[in-house]
């Protein structure tokens, strides 16, 4: 109560103190009160904290050397991210920053984003279940798999945060937009579908079919049934142009249209 009285003339570093010792105190008043603290209720506060402490200084300033101006996939700082001694902290932050990106990508390219939350999802179930197991043991030799596993699970991380910026460079070495690159993976999608088209032939049917469902869509056409059913018959034909193999035609339109919907819905931030 004192601090908060005084709070607008206080210093990041007495806040923080602050906010850590209030934590403290609502953590032994409800021990006291029921006799226990759940494991969520400790997370929870863990979480603020962590959070607390990222909005007063920012997160980079949790790395001694590193600019003020930084990219998740820039190696410096993935190197710093591997190198910090508290495990859980940085794959915490990773964990963060990648799901803000695979967020940001779900908005340009459904498929690759729906393959990063699954492969992030497996990741991190793994990571809690490693701290589940562990959690009452003291043992040193327990202790030290655990930080073992947690940086095994921090490589993966750092390993899935380069993926996602090397998919920008496949689509230069492609020759393909954002756009088109979208509905390459998204034709590409049906299992063994290479075995049916080249590179360069599923390449000239991305670009094809992204020009053709530009030159056919009007506007908000996402949300009437006669402006889908266009869509549709454009994708259709160029499958069957292309002779796509029937069997894979449902899916392929299922994804293809989702994209093109994505797309809708966000092209006026993108142009």
């Known amino acids: ?8 003339i206080t210093s990041d570093k007495e806040q923080r103190e602050a906010a850590f010792i209030e934590a403290v105190r609502v953590g032994v008043n409800r021990i006291r009160e029921s006799g226990q603290i759940s494991l969520r209720e400790i997370n929870k506060q863990i979480t603020e904290l962590l959070e607390f402490s990222i909005r007063s200084e920012g997160v980079i300033n949790l ?28 794959i915490e932050l990773m964990k963060k920053l990648i799901n803000d990106e695979i967020k940001a990508y779900s908005r340009t390219n ?5 393959e990063f939350s699954k492969r992030m999802q ?6 809690r279940q490693i701290q589940i197991d562990n959690a009452e043991s003291l043992d040193e030799l327990v202790e030290r798999y655990r930080e073992e596993e947690n940086k095994k699970i921090i490589e993966e991380l750092i390993s899935m945060a380069k993926e996602i ?9 492609l020759g393909l937009t954002e756009e088109e690159l979208s509905f390459y993976y998204a034709l590409a999608m049906p299992e063994n579908i290479k075995d049916f088209y080249s590179n360069d032939e599923l390449v000239s049917l991305a670009r094809e079919l992204t020009d053709e469902l530009k030159a056919n869509e009007s506007i908000d056409w996402q949300y009437k049934e006669s402006g ?9 034909r160029l499958l069957r142009k292309y002779k796509y ?18 797309w809708a819905e966000n092209r006026a931030e993108f142009y």
């Open 110 to 114: 459904i498929v690759k984003a729906e």
């Open 228 to 236: 889908r059913a266009r869509m549709r018959t454009v994708v259709k």
């Open 122 to 127: 497996r990741i991190m179930d793994r990571y």
């Open 245 to 262: 193999p029937p069997k894979e035609v449902k899916e392929a339109m299922n994804i293809v249209l989702k994209q093109c919907e994505y």
């Open 63 to 90: 790395f001694s050397d590193i600019d003020n101006e930084f990219s998740l996939f820039d190696e410096e700082f993935l190197n710093s991210v591997m190198n910090m001694k508290q495990k859980n902290l940085a």
């Open 165 to 173: 910026a090397s998919e920008d460079q496949l689509g230069k070495d």
């Open 1 to 8: 109560q004192a601090h908060s009285l005084c709070s607008s």
